[in-house]
């Protein structure tokens, strides 16, 4: 059973409204932290910003949202943090605020962190969703070239997929083949493809073995050979045996 999520490393609050919400990050979005945002469920009630009024209103300061948790029958609470230097984008985030730019409500730390993006080429690389992602060419090519990979792809859900698109989608240019590889091959052994592939420690125990005969026979080889010239070296026993005197 996974362990229990604890939301001690930052303060909790609940909003009634996104205005609420907005009026905290007025004052807080510079110098605090993060929050848990505790947000009511539908069917409780209780009034409550909603989970897309609450990143469309974190964005506009910078914010990010993190990945929600239930805490009970009635809240359930979802981390926001700023964004920080090197955090990715999604495609889903990069639409919403071009809407916010035109309704006029990004603010001027939001607009920073955009600026931010599209200076180092996150904005260019955000990544889809699992409704939109697609198997991108060097990948669709790195499979067709491993059939054994290419089988076990075809055999995943759509959220083990989209697991492993995310992986490659989300890359560095400097470390794209190389995820490409190892997810290529993982499923090539039969592994999902965000294991850690085990071939190559496989290949390396098999090659130390390897080394290790080689090493054993040359050391038998050599043996033999010193045996060999020792005895080369010998005088020679006379022929025949001395008889005894009766």
């Given amino acids: 059973m996974p362990p229990k999520t604890t939301f001690s490393d930052l303060p909790m609050q609940a909003f009634p409204t996104a205005a609420d919400f907005e009026d905290f990050l007025k004052r807080e979005h510079a110098t605090a932290p993060g929050v848990y945002l505790k947000l009511a469920k539908k069917k409780s009630g209780i009034p409550s910003i909603s989970g897309p009024e609450a990143v469309e209103t974190a964005l506009c300061y910078g914010w990010i949202d993190g990945r929600g948790n239930s805490i009970d029958e009635t809240w359930w609470t979802v981390r926001f943090t700023p964004r920080r230097a090197k955090s990715i984008w999604s495609q889903k985030n990069v ?18 962190a955009v600026e931010a993006a599209k200076a180092d080429g996150r904005w260019e690389r955000a990544y889809a969703g699992p409704a939109t992602i697609t198997v991108p060419d060097d990948l669709e090519a790195a499979l067709a070239a491993e059939p054994t990979a290419d089988a076990y792809w075809k055999s995943l859900s759509k959220s083990e997929r989209y697991s492993a698109l995310h992986k490659i989608a989300t890359s560095s240019d400097k470390a794209r083949a190389k995820n490409i590889a190892a997810v290529v091959q993982s499923m090539a052994v039969g592994q999902q493809p965000d294991a850690k592939p085990t071939t190559t420690k496989m290949k390396t125990k098999a090659t130390a073995k390897s080394k290790a005969g080689v090493v054993k026979a040359s050391t038998k080889t050599v043996g033999k050979a010193r045996k060999t010239q020792s005895e080369e070296q010998r005088p020679p026993r006379r022929e025949g045996l001395r008889q005894r005197k009766p």
Avoid at 95 to 104: D, K, N
Wanted: overall charge neutral; aromatic content about 0%.
């Fill in 95 to 112: 639409g919403t605020v071009a809407r916010l730019i035109e309704e006029g409500r990004m603010q001027p730390a939001g607009l920073a």
